[in-house]
């Protein structure tokens, strides 16, 4: 296929994104429901498979149905939820026109996350491992797994594929080649815990990760509302929770699984099913393998896959601490005055242009009609005009606090489409 043959396709793709999606759903239960016999492979696409009587759940090869169902259930929502908010902000002019797709798509992360958030904090609140991570393998290599934390986990998995979809699918922006190899990362991490049974260190890991990618969101949507204060407010607060979350407690928990691994689950090789010890002796090299493809084989833990585990987590902990560093240099480049460039934005530049220039002409309409609106306007820069600095000189040496138009700047440089 061609660069434009496959240029049109994805492009095709993106505008029929609610279609072909919701199709996809109403054809496979169009078949469970008519074709009777068709019923055990149509079932995995919306039911948890592999239910045990006690009520506890096994893994196995139907769960990548599950996984699939879900992705294409996920674009749908993810469709019509940026549609269903692009026309609410369209129809009563919430923010600038160029602004509004983002502004959708801001909102569909915010609505997203939050709900994965508060289901994370609810299954890890309840757990044997809240503030103790050596509990994370008490139990290890038991092959149950309750029913909300495979539903949970097997639903962010098949978020993050849908994401990987969604950069390839929509207009590239600058920050692809971070947000692709993040979410590559991410879906091999999170398959890597689920085949070796490291689902509750996942449940960690995404209920860290998904904190901080609620407040960026929401940061997001108060600056295209043009809530100014709130825009500050809300940007100090993400930085804190991701230096917090992030950089603290994320490092505390890969030393646990550095320093704890050993002394709480010895090391050896386990049969998948029965969860009974092996020799050594009698297993072949590529007993490594066998949990991505048998989860009633052989799994192993020793050294070797304690560090393929943790290197793992610690490139996910270099791609934070690049951004963080942008973002860093980007706070410190506008408190001195310097120009706010950050390569994970795309086009928050020109939106705010594009802004400025509609806030123009609805002043001219708000004065011919006589109407007046609550909320601060921004006045576009003259042609040519240097923009001062973030804080300005005033009379006697003092500091003067910035203006609307510095200090969105700041939190207007910070956008990243997808969750780290």
């Known amino acids: 296929m061609s660069t434009a043959q496959w240029s049109l396709l994805r492009n095709w793709s993106n505008e029929k994104q609610i279609v072909v ?71 009563y002019r919430l923010v600038s026109a160029k602004a509004r797709t983002r502004f959708a798509e801001q909102s569909w992360l915010l609505f997203y996350y939050g709900l994965s958030f508060l289901l994370g904090m609810q299954i890890l609140v309840s757990s044997t491992y809240w503030l103790d991570f050596r509990q994370l393998w008490s139990e290890w290599p038991s092959r149950q797994m ?84 709130a825009c500050n407010v809300a940007f100090g607060i993400f930085l804190a929770t991701w230096l917090v979350a992030r950089h603290m407690i994320y490092n505390l928990l890969c030393w646990s699984i550095f320093r704890d ?70 706070a410190y480049g506008v408190l001195k005055g310097g120009a706010a460039d950050d390569s994970r934005s795309d086009d928050e530049e020109e939106e705010t242009e594009d802004e400025e220039r509609e806030y123009e002409e609805d002043e001219k309409c708000d004065q011919a009609s006589g109407s007046t609106h609550s909320k601060s306007r921004i006045s576009a820069a003259e042609p040519g005009q240097i923009q001062p600095e973030f804080f300005q000189r005033a009379g006697g040496g003092r500091l003067r606090m910035p203006r609307s138009r510095d200090r969105k700047e700041l939190i207007g440089r910070v956008g990243c489409n997808g969750s780290l």
């Not at 190899?181 to 960690?204: Q, S």
């Not at 991505?292 to 270099?318: A, E, N, P």
């Open 261 to 330: 691994v050993p002394k709480v689950m010895p090391y050896g090789c386990y049969s998948g099913s029965t969860g009974v010890a092996l020799d050594l002796k009698d297993l072949s090299n590529w007993r490594y393998f066998e949990p991505l493809f048998d989860q009633g084989g052989t799994i192993c833990l020793d050294r070797r896959t304690k560090w393929v585990f943790l290197s793992l987590l610690l490139m996910l902990q270099v791609l934070s601490i690049v951004w963080f560093g942008m973002i860093i240099k980007i």
């Open 146 to 229: 309750d029913g909300q934390l495979k539903w949970y986990f097997l639903v962010q998995l098949a978020f993050y594929l849908q994401l990987l979809l969604a950069i390839n699918l929509e207009e590239r922006r600058k920050d692809y080649t971070q947000m692709f190899t993040h979410h590559v990362i991410t879906c091999a991490l999170m398959y890597v815990c689920y085949v070796y049974r490291y689902t509750k260190i996942g449940n960690v890991i995404l209920c860290i990760m998904d904190v901080v990618d609620i407040l960026l969101p929401l940061a997001k949507l108060i600056k295209y509302l043009r809530y100014d204060s």
């Open 21 to 91: 999606s919701c199709g996809l759903i109403v054809a496979a239960a169009s078949i469970h429901a008519l074709f009777p016999s068709t019923r055990p492979y149509t079932e995995p696409l919306y039911q948890l498979p592999y239910p045990e009587t006690n009520g506890q759940y096994l893994q196995g090869v139907d769960d990548a149905f599950f996984v699939l169902g879900w992705l294409v259930m996920l674009t749908a929502l993810r469709a019509i939820v940026i549609a269903s908010v692009h026309r609410i902000v369209t129809r």
